[in-house]
């Protein structure tokens, strides 16, 4: 499969513990996207990395979240003390970033987050 | 303030059918807008892409134009059949890297 890969697809937690959540984009993309998508919304942007660098951040990404992309592979999506609002689909996203050009978003599955 | 709206909210069709889905931004000077397919408790599919140069995109049975003048995009489905159903999602670049999406027409067509 060359497509987008998330791990978990589903996560249960305890209000008040941590999660990671793992995006492996297609092995050429240089541009990488985390989004959150909940019932009956569209998804709405948290944050870009173009390769290594994390170059753009959405006011939702509150203190409590962070995301890596070491060595400009896969990323990580870090919620620390969840709440129950932090409730989603947690979804992924890369692109092959060209000069002058945008090129197409490609998402993945998704992580379902539940917080109890 | 930059928003992407898609009208109607949801939409049932017998199979068969040819129809239009609808999506507006408020704000023309975007970089390229791109159609999504959801499947309930899915991630996105890619549909079509439209950069800001082009008016139309085609791609199957499906076709995509785009009028930034009207900040208008449609997205046609030809000959509608049941495994068309799900939720169609419009997302907007403007400046910067992140899409903007619309909340999404949900699609039914029945046998």
């Known amino acids: 499969d060359t497509g987008v890969s998330q791990n978990p697809r589903h996560k249960i937690t305890k209000r008040g513990q941590n999660v990671t959540f793992r995006c492996d984009p297609i092995s050429e993309h240089n541009r990488l996207y985390w989004y959150r998508q909940t019932l009956g919304q569209g998804p709405e942007f948290l944050t870009y990395?173009?390769?290594?660098?994390?170059?753009?951040k959405s006011r939702l990404l509150s203190d409590r979240f962070s995301a890596e992309r070491p060595k400009g592979s896969f990323s990580t999506l870090e919620i620390q003390r969840t709440e129950q609002g932090d409730s989603a689909m947690y979804l992924c996203?890369?692109?092959?970033?060209?000069?002058?050009?945008?090129?197409?978003?490609?998402f993945g599955q998704g992580t379902r987050l539940t917080v109890v | 303030k930059q928003e992407v709206t898609q009208i109607p909210a949801a939409l049932s069709v017998p199979e068969g059918e040819n129809l239009v889905l609808n999506c507006s931004f408020t704000d023309s000077a975007i970089y390229n807008l791109q159609w999504f397919r959801q499947d309930p408790g899915k991630g996105l599919t890619s549909l079509l892409l439209?950069?800001?140069?082009?008016r139309e995109q085609t791609s199957g049975r499906l076709n995509a134009s785009l009028d930034k003048s009207s900040g208008r995009s449609t997205l046609y489905i030809a000959a509608s059949q049941p495994g068309d159903s799900a939720t169609y999602l419009c997302a907007v670049r403007w400046s910067g890297y992140a899409l903007n999406f619309g909340k999404g027409t949900s699609l039914l067509v029945t046998p």
């Open positions: 990395f173009q390769n290594e660098a994390q170059l753009e």
């Open positions: 996203a890369s692109s092959l970033g060209r000069v002058l050009m945008n090129t197409e978003a490609f």
């Open positions: 439209i950069q800001s140069s082009q």
